[in-house]
């Protein structure tokens, strides 16, 4: 399969590629900001499968010129995407008294519209029979425990959610699936900042093994679901 991957630096987004490159039937390419972590985890890759097909690239899905992106992913898949795992993200933590409206629009950019432009400027490649999988986080999850701090990054992910359902419908004709993971806690860089005293009993490569395999084969099963994927919430 042909994938194309963000936040791919650290966390869940880096374990996720680790599993997805273990695999020689996947051609990877992991996008992130950090060029040096990206080399990093080109050697970790490598290290466990030298014949895996992984082509890191560093990107912002905010502000860089997609492209620049469009032409070396039609030039690496030859214009056939079979899943696009929109998992980068940011994460700002302040009560809401001290959150400006600068904090709300970051959050969106990062959260949110990173992944619209993402999804709008890689969707002519995706191939009849495709999946996006938008991760989204159990703070966006309708009914589910919030946290104090967390309000304009609540807000973006629960907007990633909607955004989900409405494209599953538009895309429906075009045989593109379209599913979000609302993820619960899982010990990662970004639940320490949130939490910094809270332990997680999910570690981030049990999270990333989640991503991969529901990225390859959810669509068979799910369509326009949102989908908690939480044992505890933070």
């Known amino acids: 399969m042909n994938i194309v991957i963000t936040g ?48 890191p690239v560093a990107f912002d899905i905010v502000h ?17 995407i079979d899943v696009l795992i929109n998992n980068a993200g940011a994460l700002i933590n302040k009560p809401f008294n001290q959150t400006d409206e600068t904090d709300f629009v970051e959050m969106l950019q990062s959260n949110y519209l990173g992944h619209v432009r993402m999804i709008q400027n890689l969707l002519p490649q995706m191939a009849q029979g495709s ?13 589910s425990i919030k946290f104090g701090g967390l309000s304009a990054y609540s807000a973006s992910k629960a907007a990633l959610h909607t955004l989900t359902e409405c494209l599953a419908l538009e895309l429906r004709d075009q045989q593109i699936s379209v599913n979000c993971l609302a993820l619960g806690s899982a010990q990662t860089e970004m639940l320490e900042k949130a939490f910094p005293d809270y332990q997680s009993p ?30 505890t919430t933070p």
């Open 8 to 55: 791919a630096s650290s966390g869940v987004g880096f374990e996720a590629v680790i599993e997805l490159a273990l695999t020689n039937n996947h051609q990877i390419i992991a996008l992130a900001r950090s060029q040096d972590k990206l080399t990093r985890l080109l050697e970790i890759a490598k290290g466990l499968n030298p014949e895996c097909t992984l082509y």
């Open 64 to 80: 860089d010129d997609y492209d620049g992106l469009q032409q070396f992913v039609n030039s690496r898949f030859e214009g056939k």
């Open 131 to 143: 999946h996006i999988v938008n991760i989204g986080s159990m703070g966006g999850f309708p009914g």
């Open 202 to 231: 999910v570690m981030a490569f049990e999270m990333g093994k989640y991503i991969a395999d529901f990225a390859i084969t959810g669509h068979k099963f799910f369509n326009g679901k949102v989908l908690p994927v939480a044992v």
